[in-house]
């Protein structure tokens, strides 16, 4: 029971802390909050999208004639080998050559990203940018040449575009109103932080309760002050 009424008395203790120093902890919210919001606001902004592979559908494939399990359990296999290959070198090359752009080759391994759906043929290349049109550009590019590529080493004409990239309307990053958030509630949880310091560092004695606690005196009377409160 005695522990009950003390974790109930610190409580009571922490939130007085935290109502005293309430302005603190609601400016140093705003701060982050505002910090965040403008951070994000002057951050280029990030464009998405992608085009979808899928392995093993040549033009013409007949489903009951062309590919029996096994074919499908072993073009779910060149998937991983495929992955590595977009993000090749060569491949890298070839798509600056054709777009005239000057990438290097760690700029496109960094804009170009390849996903792989679990237990399909199924490859999606995603590519993220400062310029929507160029994120689509380089995806779809990137889907050419690599299939090109796949049939001059492997000699496999096996890869099928089943969505080129289109490009997109609306940015991905920075997300404002998610960073703002956070912001603010980083902010927050630094300003409770310095409230609750403060206060540990306050060796100020306020209370009959610290004369006894930190003086070791019993406290016999106290003189009420004008306003009522008492000193």
Same mark, same amino acid.
């Given at each position: $029971?005695? *522990? ?14 935290? *109502? ?38 040549? /033009?013409?494939?007949?489903? /009951? ?20 290959? !977009?993000?090749? *070198? ?11 752009? %000057?990438?290097?080759?760690e700029t496109f391994k960094e ?6 759906? @679990?237990?399909?043929?199924? &490859?999606r290349i995603v590519v993220r940018?400062? @310029? ?21 080493? $492997? ?23 998610? @960073? ?7 902010? $927050? ?9 403060? %206060? ?19 406290? &016999?009377?106290?003189?009420?002050? !004008?306003g009522g409160k008492e000193k």
């Amino acid at each position: $029971m005695e *522990r009950m009424e003390e974790r109930e008395i610190s409580l009571s203790e922490l939130f007085g802390i935290l *109502r005293k120093r309430l302005l603190l902890i609601l400016l140093l919210t705003a701060l982050g909050a505002g910090a965040a919001f403008g951070i994000s606001s002057i951050l280029p902004k990030q464009y998405e999208t992608f085009t979808t592979l899928l392995v093993g559908r040549p /033009e013409g494939y007949q489903a /009951e004639q062309d590919l029996n399990v096994n074919d499908i359990l072993f073009n779910q296999k060149l998937v991983g080998t495929y992955a590595e290959l !977009i993000k090749s *070198r060569s491949v890298a090359e070839k798509v600056n050559e054709n777009l005239g752009l %000057e990438m290097d080759f760690e700029t496109f391994k960094e804009k170009v990203n390849v996903n792989l759906v @679990n237990d399909t043929e199924v &490859i999606r290349i995603v590519v993220r940018d400062t @310029n929507a049109l160029r994120a689509k550009d380089i995806a779809n590019e990137t889907a050419s040449i690599f299939s090109e590529t796949v049939v001059d080493a $492997m000699k496999i004409d096996n890869i099928q575009v089943v969505d080129y990239a289109v490009e997109p309307e609306n940015a991905v990053a920075p997300r404002i109103l998610l @960073n703002t958030a956070l912001g603010a509630i980083i902010g $927050m949880i630094i300003g409770m932080m310095i409230a609750l310091l403060k %206060e540990i560092l306050d060796k100020t004695v306020k209370t009959p309760e610290d004369i006894e606690e930190k003086l070791g005196l019993t406290v &016999i009377g106290s003189t009420p002050v !004008i306003g009522g409160k008492e000193k």
